[in-house]
């Protein structure tokens, strides 16, 4: 087990030779993790390629976790800057794009293995979500409230459970791995979630529903 992740957001960054000792060992988490699960991870295989003491590594970090997740955020979390110029849907599959490319590299291996971790320590699955996903999430929320505002996705849409319906499946197949992820996959994953939104003229009949005929009497 990781162990907990709890305490392992550390503000700013050490100054002068403490930095760069910061810098190897985040090359050297960076560097071990494409060579063997988190798991597997130890903090003396850390100190020895970052070339530093193991009390250095807990003087920084409480855990092997809290290291693992300093490094995520530093090296493989990074922002993605949309124009605002753009359409709520071209942000949405913008979004898609950056996340099934980093999800094919050592963003999804770490992602992977740090929601495994996490069944057995909350406090992994907390931290991840608070400081990664939940950023994420309110931003695309905030583009389908967008489009809902200039008319592109109908009123009643709820903004969150249209985000997850998106954005859930790429998780699903990362961690179940029974299909590839694939830029097309999310481009259909999106056409096919936004058949139910997208503004539409309404077909209407007099003699009944809207596309349906009224049974002979």
């Not at 060992?25 to 390629?49: C, F, N, S």
């Not at 800057?81 to 753009?86: G, S």
Request: no cysteine.
């Amino acid at each position: 087990m990781l162990g907990s992740a709890h305490k392992s957001v550390r503000v700013g960054r050490p100054r002068g030779e403490a930095a760069v000792s910061h810098a190897a060992i985040m090359d050297a988490v960076y560097e071990l993790l494409q060579e063997k699960p988190a798991r597997e991870l130890t903090m003396e295989a850390v100190a020895k390629r970052a070339n530093v003491g193991k009390p250095t590594l807990y003087k920084w970090w409480p855990s092997k976790a809290a290291l693992i997740m300093a490094m995520f955020h530093e090296r493989l979390d990074q922002p993605l800057e949309i124009p605002v110029t753009v359409t709520a849907e071209e942000a949405i599959r913008a979004r898609m794009r950056r996340l099934i490319k980093v999800v094919n590299g050592l963003f999804g291996k770490v992602v992977g293995e740090l929601i495994a971790e996490g069944q057995s320590d909350p406090d992994i699955l907390r931290e991840f979500y608070e400081r990664h996903v939940s950023l994420r999430r309110a931003s695309a929320v905030a583009e389908v409230e967008r489009g809902k505002a200039t008319g592109e996705f109908s009123n009643d849409t709820d903004a969150e459970l249209l985000v997850d319906a998106i954005f859930a499946p790429v998780y699903y197949r990362l961690l179940l791995r029974f299909a590839p992820l694939t830029e097309k996959y999310g481009n259909d994953l999106i056409d096919q979630v936004l058949l139910g939104v997208r503004m539409k003229q309404k077909l209407s009949s007099p003699k009944g529903r809207p596309g349906l005929r009224r049974k002979s009497q």
